[in-house]
């Protein structure tokens, strides 16, 4: 019952336009992070890309997104894990998808760089994510909001994305604002790449 209301909770807050900007560009075996109850599976490219594997916390949220179709009908697995302890081998995956997933996550720089050791050299990480803005006024507004939600929810609304990948070993190859500079569009590549290529 509490997924199914979460999952009402975060159809109605998250525009599918957010979720199709993040998906169109997946490619070869996909993994979704935090994928939840599979919200986002309808807004997947049709093809493209070869069979996803959709992982979260909650079995709850996992048998509702069992129940979930793919527009272009490719396989779906649903795998109950955490991002910081992924249950998969080295370079399994070709491209890994989040969405508003590491503002949440306990130790978000862990969870980037297991991303890092599941996905294959040349594979790309994309994920959605609401951070801090550098307007003056909302900003410091997000800072106050995060005293609340940090605490009730274990939801960081001031956590700047592009540190932490840096840390976990990523590099940004491209970002987007999708509203205001507070939901962005994130691409990273495995640092590695960039040095075997200068």
């Known amino acids: 019952m509490m997924a199914k209301a979460f999952d009402l909770f975060l159809s109605l807050?998250?525009?599918?336009?957010?979720?199709?900007s993040h998906l169109e560009r997946v490619q070869g075996r996909v993994?979704?992070?935090?994928?939840?109850?599979?919200?986002s599976l309808s807004c997947y490219p049709r093809t493209g890309w070869n069979g996803l594997v959709l992982l979260d916390l909650d079995q709850e949220m996992l048998a509702l997104a069992a129940q979930r179709k793919l527009p272009g009908g490719q396989?779906?697995?649903?795998?109950?894990?955490n991002v910081e302890a992924l249950p998969f081998e080295d370079g399994a995956f070709d491209t890994i998808v989040a969405q508003f997933l590491f503002c949440g996550v306990g130790n978000p720089v862990q969870g980037l760089r297991e991303c890092r050791r599941v996905l294959a050299p040349e594979g790309r990480l994309f994920l959605l994510e609401h951070v801090r803005s550098d307007n003056w006024l909302l900003g410091p507004l997000l800072d106050a909001v995060n005293v609340l939600t940090s605490r009730l929810f274990a939801d960081r609304f001031n956590q700047r994305i592009e540190p932490l990948l840096a840390e976990a070993g990523w590099r940004v190859v491209e970002r987007r604002d999708l509203f205001l500079d507070v939901i962005r569009?994130?691409?990273?590549a495995p640092q590695e790449e960039q040095a075997a290529k200068s």
């Not at 807050?13 to 199709?20: E, K, Q």
């Not at 569009?185 to 990273?188: F, G, P």
């Open 13 to 20: 807050v998250i525009s599918r336009s957010w979720r199709r």
């Open 75 to 81: 396989p779906i697995t649903v795998c109950q894990g």
């Open 31 to 39: 993994l979704e992070v935090g994928g939840g109850s599979g919200l």
């Open 185 to 188: 569009l994130v691409e990273a």
